[in-house]
């Protein structure tokens, strides 16, 4: 069974787990916002130490691929690509809509639909639908949230909505079988269980040529005011 470094940057959390035949031997974790280029490495070092380990010691990193923050992606990709180059190591990539669907019909157990949702831009969300044993319902892109958002699927089916997303919809996104769910946040656990079993079937990426799952292109933004 495999040594397995797991990193999450999709969203504002920056986590990073070590996990070992699929249990955690430490984590590292910050909610409190994008500051992963000042944090990841850090935390990476921080387990390493803790655990007496080191890159060469691992057998594989699986990484949050998004989609999610443009920055955040780049970031934890950029970490994982240089740990499996620098120790040659196999990159596992682990679909963050996904895993944090994964995670929550895993501890809630009910035969419903799970729909995660990852912060846009205003009334943007990246989503997809899964059902209970985590199969894809609905594929992964990018939704612009109106009260008629869903409306064939919640004709017929209860769905528990969740995610740094799902708050700002949800007095839009209204249904008797609509459920919202708080505190539940992306985190390296969930990539954990995963993670394991795509290390089993040896389903690893390129680590020169793997880029993340962006789902939009990047948009530049330049300030207001000029500073002369």
Not at 157 to 180: I, M, R, W
């Amino acid at each position: 069974m495999a040594l397995i470094l797991n990193i999450e940057t999709a969203t504002s959390v920056c986590s990073v787990a070590l996990a070992k035949e699929g249990k955690i031997l430490g984590i590292k974790e910050n909610t409190e916002g994008l500051n992963h280029s000042l944090l990841l490495g850090t935390f990476i070092q921080a387990l390493f130490e803790e655990c007496a380990l080191t890159a060469h010691d691992l057998d594989a990193v699986a990484v949050s691929m998004g989609p999610g923050s443009y920055t955040g992606l780049r970031i934890g990709v950029s970490m994982a690509k240089g740990l499996c180059f620098g120790a040659s190591k196999p990159l596992i990539a682990i679909n963050t809509l996904q895993a944090l669907a994964r995670s929550v019909s895993e501890q809630l157990k009910e035969d419903v639909w799970y729909c995660p949702m990852i912060d846009a831009r205003r009334m943007e969300v990246y989503t997809a639908f899964f059902d209970s044993h985590n199969r894809t319902m609905l594929d992964t892109k990018a939704e612009i949230i109106d009260e008629h958002s869903f409306s064939d699927i919640l004709a017929t089916h209860k769905v528990y909505f969740f995610g740094d997303g799902s708050e700002k919809v949800k007095n839009t996104l209204v249904s008797p079988h609509a459920c919202y769910l708080n505190d539940k946040a992306a985190s390296a656990a969930h990539l954990v269980e995963i993670a394991e079993q795509k290390f089993a079937a040896q389903q690893f990426e390129s680590v020169a040529y793997f880029e993340p799952f962006y789902l939009k292109d990047f948009i530049a933004t330049t300030p207001k005011h000029k500073i002369v």
